[in-house]
């Protein structure tokens, strides 16, 4: 079984500047996706950012990257120029390739709460 | 406005009571799903339909009762709660492939 892994209950950052959460996961697959999504207190999961297991590239959009380190089964989020607005529950998440016949269900990390300091 | 609506938002309920989640989604996604999101748990995947039909029951208890009329709309009917069932229940809905979920905002449920 897939087992998704954020060992950072809570992280702060000051405005402006940068932080990275981490992530880490474990599969025997090769073929997945992996995501992280934001939980405002208005509860509503958004997707920040996707990476798909065979790109070595690693995603980008706008403030937020990844490192992605696939032999290291590693997953982190770095967040440039820390608004108030980022301030959230942070979700790492891991999918099953479509290729492999079976549900693709999202597995969940437990969090990391940010918070973002004047 | 997310795409997925889930009502209500807020629901007391008593431990005999009977009542359901109402969740819909009008972005042509052929797959719905019902999370259980508890403080300090991963979210855990109760249900997931695809095309209507029930692909998966995470093991979840009999007096949870997932409906799926159709690709848009998903209910989660509730019966003979526990406490310990309180938490943020999420809908969420996908095309068949590799993207990311569409959330709703959740019933934040409370059994008494």
């Known amino acids: 079984a897939q087992t998704v892994t954020q060992s950072q209950p809570e992280m702060s950052v000051q405005e402006a500047e940068t932080v990275t959460l981490s992530c880490t996961y474990d599969?025997?697959?090769?073929?997945?996706?992996l995501f992280w999504y934001k939980q405002p207190p208005s509860r509503q999961m958004i997707l920040v950012i996707r990476q798909e297991a065979y790109k070595q590239q690693n995603a980008t959009e706008n403030r937020f990257s990844v490192n992605f380190q696939k032999a290291a089964k590693s997953f982190s989020l770095k967040i440039s120029d820390s608004q108030l607005g980022d301030a959230a529950m942070y979700f790492c998440a891991y999918r099953r390739g479509e290729n492999t016949g079976t549900a693709s269900k999202l597995t969940f990390g437990t969090g990391t709460r940010l918070q973002v300091t004047l | 406005e997310t795409g997925v609506t889930q009502t209500p938002r807020h629901l007391v309920m008593g431990m005999t009571n009977k009542k359901s989640l109402k969740c819909e989604q009008h972005l042509g996604h052929n797959a719905m799903y019902w999370y259980k999101q508890s403080a300090k748990k991963p979210l855990e995947l109760m249900f997931v339909y695809n095309f209507k039909e029930q692909t998966e029951n995470n093991s979840v208890p009999s007096r949870f009762s997932p409906e799926c009329p159709n690709s848009s709309h998903l209910f989660l009917h509730l019966h003979t709660l526990q406490p310990e069932d309180s938490a943020l229940y999420l809908c969420?809905?996908?095309?068949?492939?590799?993207?990311?979920?569409?959330f709703g905002s959740g019933t934040r449920l409370t059994v008494v």
């Open positions: 599969t025997s697959e090769s073929d997945y996706y």
């Open positions: 969420a809905s996908s095309l068949w492939t590799g993207d990311g979920y569409t």
